[in-house]
């Protein structure tokens, strides 16, 4: 036994780092357009005025708005089976508390689902990943408001509605669990608090932070049973940042701050989206902030009511967890943590694991039994374009090989049931970390550089027939 037959193979994607298109066809500005461009080893920042934020490159990103009929026919030339791609809300509401949506937008994502279509490609929809109308931002302070439940919901119910015969699978939030830290103040939940501009430090406030989530849950869950009346054929899907956490040490403080660190990262938010309710540790992460949770009446009948169909996940690294304080942070990436001596880490300090990822898929597997689904997995890496135009990525080969392995062994003899694969940035796109156009996680180049220069082209990478070839041969092949 192998991958399943039907084993969804593609890539993904997110609107605010690829589509471009900012201002076009009633587009309303984005949070995400409020970002300036960061570099290799400073993450970007929030800006304040509009000026400020017209800064290469989320604004024209990879310019799908124009490509999308050439991307998707590279994308059925890989064979994929899926595209996971997201809506950009402010395309459909441009200043998200409108009444009435965006016909031109709405038109816009039909002619994307039909040219995927064309191309047996299905659609996988993020309904919200990292951005939101900047208007939500600045009249209400993102979801630290409870009106955005609404706003949501009526965005769900458009695109619901819309798309009904056109999309299949929807995923609720992107990594739904950064808010549980706070860079996902900004990112996540569109809050502002006042202080620095880096939106990794800004000054934090875990209150606004921790309620915005709850907002989050119950517009989830709320969304999920509004999608299943509209159509009893949509599947629905959490998708959660998976940090995989070892124990540094056999210490056994260790391994209690690394089941703590797990708890609050992962489970606190997966648990209330796929079992419908707050994990039994919440008041300790509650304790911890000093969290006081506002629920309203209705609130925890929704979230029990609103539970998903499939666990999505997005998986690039692993982290140690110390106590010692001379090792806590010396892993050098985004997520902190300790360096692990078996492991040698990307270009940006992100460990590569991948028998993180079958320990991940059956951790997952074993606590939820429903279908999993890895969204996000990939080598962010500088590419260099030879004279004849080739691309030779064979280190991007590797990892993705290694971690299709993985998964294998997750399937095959571990049991896990696991729907599909959709390696991340599969067309380069923008890094939503540092907001470079170097950082290419692709199996096709785009001609652009970290300030915008360049003809936007196409071309395949030795990845792009390497990967042809593994979904050709269902993960056989590799
Ligand atoms: C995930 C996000 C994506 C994506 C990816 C890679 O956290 O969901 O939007 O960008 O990380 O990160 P980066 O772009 O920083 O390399």
């Given at each position: 036994m192998s991958f399943p037959k039907n084993f969804l193979w593609g890539g993904a994607t997110a609107a605010n780092q690829f589509e471009g298109g900012w201002n076009l066809g009633g587009k309303g500005p984005s949070d995400a357009d409020m970002m300036t461009n960061g570099t290799h080893t400073t993450p970007r920042q929030i800006t304040r005025t509009w000026e400020e934020g017209l800064c290469y490159p989320n604004h024209f990103a990879s310019d799908f708005y124009h490509r999308h009929a050439e991307d998707a026919a590279l994308m059925g030339e890989m064979g994929f089976k899926v595209f996971r791609i997201s809506i950009n809300w402010s395309r459909i509401f441009p200043n998200g508390d409108d009444l009435v949506p965006n016909e031109e937008g709405l038109a816009f994502y039909d002619q994307v689902f039909d040219e995927l279509h064309e191309q047996g490609i299905e659609p996988l929809v993020t309904?919200?990943?990292?951005?939101?109308?900047?208007h939500l931002t600045e009249k209400y302070n993102g979801w630290a408001s409870r009106d955005l439940i609404d706003f949501y919901v009526r965005y769900c119910e458009t695109i619901f509605t819309r798309y009904r015969d056109k999309v299949k699978y929807w995923l609720t939030f992107n990594e739904i669990n950064c808010g549980t830290m706070p860079l996902g103040g900004y990112l996540g939940l569109g809050i502002l608090n006042e202080g620095t501009r880096d939106f990794l430090n800004q000054v934090d406030d875990p209150q606004l932070r921790f309620q915005g989530l709850h907002h989050q849950f119950v517009a989830s869950a709320r969304a999920v049973k509004l999608a299943h009346q509209i159509n009893p054929d949509f599947k629905i899907g959490c998708m959660i940042a998976y940090m995989a956490n070892y124990p540094y040490s056999c210490n056994p403080a260790d391994v209690i701050a690394c089941q703590q660190k797990m708890d609050e990262g992962n489970y606190y938010c997966g648990d209330v989206q796929v079992r419908g309710e707050y994990p039994h540790f919440a008041q300790r992460v509650w304790d911890k902030y000093g969290v006081k949770l506002d629920v309203a009446e209705g609130d925890l009948e929704d979230l029990a009511s609103g539970t998903v169909d499939f666990y999505s996940f997005s998986y690039y690294m692993s982290n140690a967890v110390s106590t010692d304080p001379a090792l806590a942070s010396t892993g050098g990436n985004l997520m902190g943590g300790a360096k692990n001596p078996y492991l040698k880490a990307s270009d940006w300090g992100w460990q590569i694991d991948p028998d993180g990822l079958r320990w991940t898929l059956n951790e997952l597997y074993g606590r939820y039994r429903i279908p999993l689904m890895v969204v996000e997995n990939g080598l962010g890496a500088f590419d260099t374009v030879e004279d004849?135009?080739?691309?030779?990525?064979s280190y991007r080969i590797d990892y993705l090989r290694m971690h299709i392995e993985a998964m294998k062994k997750a399937v095959e003899v571990d049991g896990v049931d696991l729907m599909g694969y959709t390696p991340w940035g599969c067309i380069d796109l923008v890094s939503a970390s540092t907001g470079e156009m170097g950082k290419r996680y692709g199996f096709v180049y785009v001609d652009a550089d970290d300030e915008g220069n360049g003809t936007f082209d196409r071309s395949r990478k030795d990845s792009f027939f390497w990967y042809k070839k593994v979904i050709e041969s269902n993960g056989e092949d590799l």
């Open positions: 309904i919200s990943h990292y951005e939101l109308p900047w004849d135009g080739a691309i030779h990525d």
